[in-house]
């Protein structure tokens, strides 16, 4: 029961607290990025699948955490840094809007991770 709560929170905030101004939702973010993922859920939380776990997220008492974070480069690791809680891991406050082009940035930058690029 605690994991589908987590997973509808993690659901909820990334439709709520976007910072874009239409309305879009953390989902539509990672499904434009990679279409062809399929969307499931691992370890409790969603997660989406495209030639293995590509991301996954889980919400929590005061954030939304978003794993794996891939490598990227410098300016993205900049972008990051505010979000940042441990080596692959990204912690979006719920007191602030979840920043969906970083969202996008992170997707993208995984599928060429797991593209070997």
Same mark, same amino acid.
């Given at each position: 029961m605690k994991i589908m709560i987590r997973a509808a929170l993690a659901l909820g905030v990334f439709h709520v607290r976007s910072d874009r101004k239409n309305d879009c939702s953390g989902r539509e973010t990672i499904r434009s990025a990679a279409p062809e993922s399929e969307e499931t859920i691992k370890?409790?939380?969603?997660?989406? /699948?495209? +030639? @293995?776990?590509?991301?996954?997220?889980?919400?929590?008492?005061?954030?939304?955490?978003?794993y794996p /974070?891939? +490598? @990227?480069?410098?300016?993205?690791?900049?972008?990051?840094?505010?979000?940042?809680?441990?080596?692959s891991t990204v912690r979006f406050p719920h007191i602030r809007p979840v920043p969906l082009n970083l969202v996008e940035k992170l997707v993208r930058f995984r599928i060429k991770e797991q593209a070997g690029e």
């Open positions: 370890y409790g939380m969603p997660t989406y /699948v495209l +030639a @293995g776990n590509l991301v996954y997220f889980a919400g929590y008492k005061k954030h939304v955490g978003v /974070v891939p +490598a @990227g480069d410098e300016a993205f690791q900049e972008e990051l840094a505010p979000y940042r809680a441990e080596k």
